[in-house]
């Protein structure tokens, strides 16, 4: 019998192309070109198959073996040709991010039914021919049951059209047409060689099909992390992207390295990126070897892994996050060295943790900023207070848009004192700007305790604009009469070049120490570590003095306050309401006033916004005084002008 196998050749070559072509690009550890993968290996196989078994039919052979290969390669290429329909819907899948549980019940008969009948139909077919047999001469026949394959492959193929058509908003445009144009070439291969069977096309439609799928590909550096060969953040956002717009329930672990820095600026960047390759070569394996569940890794940032989570059972998916977390405990070997990366996990569920992306990002932002506040290493999230973390995060938002439009302004506070009613020392006060022009102070907003990038911004804008505003006030008098106090956070003076930073200002602005002190809260004070204690006592070396903020309202350490060049010390607004209310109350101020004065330290009473206020800072002893009914913050003009005119008029 003859056939035209020509485009059988034409088939193998292009695929052979293709395949080589995938070799010289990166892997991408993603479920879409996994698939691809399978569907271009089931195409090829059923090209070759066929090819070798319509050689075996034109060149007949009289020996034993004969009869057999014919059969072998007869019946594997209809396996691999209904590999090929399986596979095209498992692609359509992937491209929408469908997943099917294969233990269940559903995504069994759903996915794989079809394709273990027809595994079984084809053993069966080796003892009576039902799908296809052979003659004495070797020329190939027609089974009576082979309409049944047909609809098997035909059901693979317009379930994959139904989810097309169905889902056809999430897909681009590109990918929907040449989806669609594969069912296309395949029914017009089916029709023809089912018409003429002499004609060997259909393989070769499939695999021009399939070519035009390998065009729809993204660039694989466009979602992958090429340092560690993990799929990238735009590619976790694009997979979960689509899980939200279709609504389906999923899980998401988390997988922090708290350590990152120390152990680049210890061992080396390249060795840090060896040592984050080894989690995440470990991370991409755990699902399959621990619980036999599909996961995806991705990298969303520099020190988070996310995991994403194939299972419809959350205890499935707990279980792995434990036993993630019990791993991640352990050391971890990379180039003769044991190296302990210092790591915490927190599970995210869609719907019940977050709604959308931004809700996901924002929270993700939250738990990883304060992440050393979690002594145990599964972060539980149903703990967590986002409403309240996440009012005060939509400030910091808001905050560095600001800084980074330079929108941000710098206003003085006058500070009133005993000797001369208003002093010539300015309180530096940040405010921004919201979405409907209303100006708003940070401080109010966000607190100083946290250890974000915005806050560290916050500062360090706050610090080059009152320096800047001191060398025009001062106007080169190393002598100058004007001084400034500017708050600070924990996270600022805890950096290591801190201090390296703060006298390059100085220098850069030609500003005197000793017209700065440094406003920092109680809590702060008492909590920071010795980097930040470091810095504050070398500051006094340069005449820089502290200022202890809100006292009476965190964790005090008197011990601490005395080892630091502070000078002065601010009641908390709540202990001046305090005294007011209680003569006990107004004792113990009084005591606490005697006491600072004693051990030579100012105090300051915060928050005098009223003329009680006032009257009742000035009974028990206060040395100065700042809030809104003393002076309002401006600009800095227009505090100039204000502390001029009041020394030269006497109001």
């Not at 959350?314 to 405990?329: D, F, V």
């Not at 500070?415 to 010539?424: F, M």
């Amino acid at each position: 019998m003859q056939y035209n196998f020509y485009f059988d050749t034409c088939a193998l070559c292009i695929l052979a192309t293709i395949g080589i072509i995938s070799l010289s690009r990166k892997r991408v550890p993603s479920s879409r070109e996994k698939v691809y993968s399978m569907l271009l290996s089931a195409v090829f196989l059923s090209t070759l198959f066929e090819r070798i078994e319509t050689f075996l039919q034109m060149n007949p052979y009289e020996g034993a073996w004969y009869h057999y290969a014919e059969m072998f390669c007869g019946s594997f290429y209809f396996l691999a040709h209904l590999g090929s329909g399986l596979c095209y819907l498992l692609y359509i899948m992937a491209v929408l991010d469908i997943f099917y549980d294969t233990k269940s019940v559903k995504g069994f008969f759903v996915v794989y039914l079809g394709y273990v009948i027809g595994i079984i139909t084809v053993i069966m077919n080796c003892f009576s021919p039902l799908l296809f047999g052979y003659d004495e001469k070797g020329i190939y026949f027609r089974g009576d049951l082979i309409i049944g394959f047909y609809l098997i492959a035909l059901y693979y193929i317009m379930y994959g059209v139904t989810l097309t058509l169905k889902y056809s908003n999430l897909m681009r445009l590109k990918t929907k047409v040449i989806i669609l144009t594969h069912v296309g070439f395949v029914a017009a291969g089916i029709y023809l060689q089912y018409c003429y069977p002499q004609l060997l096309i259909e393989n070769f439609l499939s695999t021009i099909s399939i070519t035009l799928v390998f065009i729809t590909l993204q660039n694989p550096s466009d979602m992958v992390d090429g340092r560690i060969n993990v799929l990238n953040r735009r590619a976790f956002f694009e997979t979960l992207g689509l899980k939200i717009k279709k609504k389906t329930p999923h899980y998401i672990v988390f997988v922090t390295i708290d350590n990152v820095r120390a152990l680049s600026s210890e061992i080396g960047n390249n060795q840090t990126d060896g040592v984050i390759k080894t989690i995440a070569d470990y991370l991409k394996k755990v699902g399959r070897r621990e619980l036999n569940i599909v996961t995806y890794v991705y990298r969303y940032s520099d020190n988070i892994f996310a995991i994403s989570v194939n299972t419809n059972d959350k205890k499935r998916a707990e279980s792995l996050m434990y036993k993630i977390s019990t791993r991640i405990r352990e050391p971890w070997n990379y180039m003769d060295m044991t190296i302990k990366a210092e790591c915490h996990c927190f599970m995210m569920s869609y719907p019940e943790n977050y709604a959308g992306l931004a809700e996901l990002m924002s929270k993700v932002e939250l738990i990883s900023a304060d992440v050393a506040q979690y002594s145990e290493v599964v972060i539980d999230i149903g703990k967590i207070g986002f409403t309240k973390k996440l009012g005060a995060y939509d400030y910091e938002v808001l905050a560095k848009k600001n800084i980074a439009e330079k929108r941000a302004i710098v206003k003085f506070r006058p500070i009133l004192s005993k000797i001369y009613r208003i002093d010539y020392t300015a309180e530096a006060t940040c405010y921004i700007y919201d979405d409907n022009e209303r100006e708003l102070e940070v401080r109010e907003y966000i607190e100083d305790n946290g250890t974000t990038q915005t806050i560290i911004d916050i500062d360090e804008y706050v610090l080059k604009n009152t320096l800047r505003m001191l060398a025009f006030w001062n106007a080169g008098d190393k002598n100058g009469k004007y001084r400034a106090i500017i708050p600070m956070s924990q996270a600022e003076i805890s950096r290591t070049d801190f201090l390296r930073r703060f006298k390059a200002h100085l220098k850069e602005e030609k500003v005197e120490g000793s017209w700065i002190s440094l406003k920092l809260t109680e809590t702060a004070i008492t909590t920071m570590n010795n980097v930040a204690e470091r810095n504050l006592k070398m500051l006094g070396d340069i005449n820089v003095s502290i200022i202890v903020d809100e006292y009476g309202n965190g964790y005090g350490n008197i011990e601490r306050i005395l080892s630091l060049p502070v000078v002065q010390v601010n009641f908390a607004k709540s202990l001046i309401r305090m005294a007011k209310k209680s003569k006990r109350m107004m004792s113990v101020t009084t005591g606490l006033v005697n006491m600072f004065h004693d051990i030579s330290l100012f105090v300051c009473a915060s928050g005098v916004d009223t003329p009680e206020d006032k009257d009742v800072a000035e009974e028990i002893g206060c040395d100065y005084l700042i809030g809104n009914y003393v002076g309002k913050p401006v600009n800095d003009s227009s505090y100039v002008n204000r502390i001029d005119e009041y020394f030269e008029k006497g109001y």
